[in-house]
């Protein structure tokens, strides 16, 4: 008994002097960040965005629904502009493009956006927070409006249905096809409202729409290409969101693959339109933008940006964002919007991606940026070692992560 205890102790503080020489090791390799009026400053910034300057792509790995990863990210964008960057992939739908660019591009665009989500509320992934658009407006307006400057890449959202259907029924080339999608709308708009209201999900959106109504719609709009693109889009993704209670390994790959084949879609058009070279900022949730296998066992989109810029004799840079504590944004529509303002603890709620000790070199009021570079050698020299698999595939997935000790919930164009 007293030998087991002893061998416990021992390896309780041999992975506690791991952790110290981890956190030590972050420390000395991190350096002052700042973002402030729209702009980032510091060691920390410089060293940033000299690596991207000389990458194809730079992805931002996130947790969603702050209100200053927007601004950060919209501030990297401006300063890589500067060193040849004019595309943005976003984790936003496809379908949802059009509606977005519209959007986007209208003069005064909040109040467009607060418009159309009075119909169809929350019906585009991640816009319907006034930072996300402030974001994507700054995007807009330092490409110049240039088309193929969004790359709107993900599945279409569970929500997307409303609007979806109302573009089908302007689609419309016969009076039946027309009919029917206006038809559906209405009875979209109907179940959506009911859904909410009975706070069930299982019948919001896309969850609610039948097979039966889609092979209405294929046949409605048989020799219509754009509306049968739109339909089979909505199909695929339905599928997605039902495997992922059916299987959801095959759920998050079929995702997967959608999001790489439409990226490639994006960036041959972009080579096709005289590109030699396009380089793309990426945002989105932190699972997609790892180099190599991802926390979900998958060669996630951020791999495949990795690959394809070292292809071209060039590199991507990852940036993983580490929120502290604050507010995060949480509404989901049938959660209530009290949960706009939902406490934050980031050391809790990225718990899965084992960063736990990361959070030791994290001040508690200023930002700075870890250069995880000469911390991936160290670790594969086996001199940091006994780490969780789960960080030591961080470590080597990510060149750097930003600390950000202090953060808010984005603000809705939904009343809060």
Known sequence: ????TLLMLLFSTHLIAQDSLLTATLEKHSFPFSLQNGAISGEGAELLISEGAS??????????????????????????????YNHYVSESSLGSLPDLEKLIASNDYKK????????????????????????????????????NTIWAVDQEFVLSLRPHLKRL??????????????????????????????????????????????????????????????????????????????DNYKSNLDRIQMMKRNFMDFYNKAIANGEE?????????????????SMLN????????????????????????????GTVNRYMIINGKEAMRTPYDGSKSLGRMGIGPIYGAMDEQEMRLVDLRPVKKLVYQRKIKDLDDVLENVIYSYDFILLMPQVSGSTSYLNE
């Open 1 to 4: 008994m007293i030998r087991t």
């Open 55 to 84: 990458s194809q792509f730079f992805l931002i790995g996130e947790d969603h629904g702050f209100a200053e990863l927007p601004q950060l990210t919209a501030a990297i964008y401006k300063s890589l502009s500067k060193h040849g």
């Open 112 to 147: 467009a956006f607060a418009e159309y989500y009075q119909n169809h509320e929350y019906a585009i992934a991640f816009y319907s927070a006034i930072e996300e658009t402030e974001m994507l407006r700054e995007i807009y307006d330092i490409s110049g409006g240039k088309e």
């Open 169 to 246: 029924s302007e689609m419309a080339t016969t009076k039946s096809s027309k009919k029917l999608a206006e038809q559906l709308y209405k009875e979209s708009l109907e179940n959506f409202a009911e859904a909410v209201e009975k706070k069930n999900q299982s019948t919001i959106g896309l969850f609610g729409f039948q097979e039966e109504q889609f092979d209405k719609l294929r046949t409605a709009f048989e020799g219509n290409s754009e509306a049968l693109e739109l339909i089979e889009l909505m199909w695929d993704s339905r599928e997605i969101y039902l495997d992922n209670g059916r």
């Open 277 to 293: 070279t396009p380089k793309a900022v990426f945002k989105m949730g932190a699972t997609h933008t790892y180099r190599g296998r």
């Open 298 to 325: 998958i060669y996630d989109i951020g791999n495949l940006a990795s690959e394809l810029a070292e292809a071209n004799g060039s590199k991507s840079t990852h940036l993983l964002v580490i929120p502290g504590k």
